[in-house]
Nanobody
Framework: VQLQASGGGLVQPGGSLRLSCAAS????????IGWFRQAPGKEREGVSC????????YYADSVKGRFTISRDNAKNTVYLQMNSLKPEDTAVYYC??????????????????WGQGTQVTVSS
């Protein structure tokens, strides 16, 4: 089981990025997927997640209306489209999957496998 996060980079405030989380070793749409981020000196926090059962999506208040999570089952990949980026969105972004909980949450302990992280820097 592996998750490969990619798509991070340097972007100006107000810009956009699309992160990808490619899965291997398992069929991604059978399991809940979450995106998390960790800024320097801060705890890892949940950003968005998508359920395995009905595709319901969830967002942290800080990103609602700006970020969109989606799934491409044919590519076994989950995306995080990030628009209207702010300097406070700067962090390492991680994707993770839960094999035990089909309805996802932002509780880190419910996730079983994690990708390696991709750096997002929002700065002028």
């Amino acid at each position: 089981v592996q998750l490969q996060a990619s798509g991070g980079g340097l972007v100006q405030p107000g810009g956009s990025l699309r992160l990808s989380c490619a899965a291997s070793g398992f069929t991604l749409d059978y399991y809940a997927i979450g995106w998390f981020r960790q800024a320097p000196g801060k705890e890892r926090e949940g950003v968005s997640c998508i359920s395995s059962s009905d595709g319901s999506t969830y967002y942290a208040d800080s990103v609602k209306g700006r970020f969109t999570i989606s799934r491409d089952n044919a590519k076994n990949t989950v995306y995080l489209q990030m628009n209207s980026l702010k300097p406070e969105d700067t962090a390492v972004y991680y994707c993770a999957t839960s094999f035990r909980f089909p309805t996802p949450s932002f509780r880190l302990r419910e996730y079983d496998y994690w990708g390696q992280g991709t750096q997002v820097t929002v700065s002028s």
